[in-house]
């Protein structure tokens, strides 16, 4: 059974940091691409960060050099380390795993929620 566990979601104050995890299990984790999406209220739901497989990383240009993915294949966990939080990274945040080969393999979590305010 493929699960999909996020951690670390809260309170922040402006300016603040948070290290989410997302702990994966019943699937080949270092086989797949792993991602960080967040959803707004009244937003659709948007790329993050990527770790692809083969160890590429990218990122949205609005988080940039103050969000970090990560990923520990042996634990079959992935982090995103969080700094200079603004009020506009409030969001539910989704952890995301994804397979293509003959066929799409994709997987979610049930996401943290970050509130970013003073």
């Not at 104050?13 to 797949?32: D, E, H, I, K, N």
């Not at 939080?85 to 994709?106: F, G, I, M, W």
Request: net charge positive; charged share 20%; proline share 3%.
């Amino acid at each position: 059974q493929v699960q999909l566990a996020e951690s670390g979601g809260g309170l922040v104050q402006p300016g603040g940091s948070l290290r989410l995890s997302c702990t994966a299990s019943g699937f080949p984790f270092s086989m797949y691409d792993m991602s960080w999406y967040r959803q707004a209220p009244g937003k659709e739901r948007e790329l993050v960060a990527r770790s692809k497989s083969r160890g590429s990383l990218s990122y949205a240009d609005s988080v940039k050099g103050r969000f970090t993915i990560s990923r520990d294949n042996a634990k079959n966990t992935l982090y995103l380390q969080m700094n200079s939080l603004k009020p506009e990274d409030t969001a539910q945040y989704y952890c995301n795993a994804r397979k293509t080969t003959s066929r799409e393999y994709v997987y979610w979590g049930q996401g943290t929620q970050v509130t970013v305010s003073s």
